[in-house]
């Protein structure tokens, strides 16, 4: 008999609910398809796709007082600016680097507030660190971002919402250099990025080895003369994000 108090589920909603569950765990980790090659491709807004004359250069998982300055040393001396896609516990600590950054004519954009992986974040982490880091940004850069970069490049529908909810586009790469692994070098790094390197492209390297091998970040430092020189000789002009031109909907 079956009484006013009586919430078991029939046998039809018991068989119905790992099926909702599924279907909520697909929602919320379906937006993490655009970090694969085909889906990119597909969707030329989130991987960065932009002006065909010129090459987004940008840097992920600073700030860091052992490894950005040198990098910042190298771009001035280039003559080049990038987007630095920043943690925000990181710049908390070194606000005095993201104020360099703006200053010396860099973009600072969202990247998290620490280097979790999005997909696994209980609900309500994300927009909570999202804003915190915008918050900061604008704080100690004194500009507002626009981008956001998702760390391992995975997007969660609660990330997706949330940055665009605080007026953050989301980006990803077309070219990378895995700069992050043990094994790398200055011409892998190179090799690696040239693979999917044209007009229109958005790099994304690394300025610190703050979730990854120590010391990760030489490699990518050392390979930077060469990729602005190859982007020059292509006739391709060197920038940020903000001079890229992507077309988002």
Known sequence: MRTSLDISFPPI????LPLGLACLALLHAGPAVTWLPP???RLPFIAGVGDPGHVALT?????????TPRFLDELGRLGCHATF???GELLERHQW??????????????????HGNPLLAPPGRLTAEIGRT??????????RATWYRPPYGALSLEALVSARLRGLRPVLWTAWGRDWEAAA????????????????????????????????????LD??????????VMGLSVGPLREHGVAFP
């Open 85 to 87: 896609f920043v943690l």
């Open 39 to 41: 889906v990119r491709r």
């Open 134 to 143: 915008a918050d900061l940004v604008r704080a100690v850069g004194g500009v």
């Open 223 to 232: 390979a930077l003369p060469a990729l602005v020189e190859r982007c020059r």
């Open 185 to 220: 070098t200055p011409g892998s790094v190179l090799a690696t990025v040239s693979a999917g390197l044209r007009g229109g492209a958005t790099v994304l390297l690394h300025d610190s080895d703050h979730a990854s091998v120590p010391g990760s970040w030489r490699p990518a």
């Open 13 to 16: 909603g018991r068989a119905a």
């Open 59 to 67: 840097f992920d998982d600073g700030p860091h007082p052992g490894s």
């Open 97 to 114: 680097l993201g104020r360099r950054i703006v200053a010396e004519g860099h973009e600072l954009a969202v990247h998290g507030w620490r």
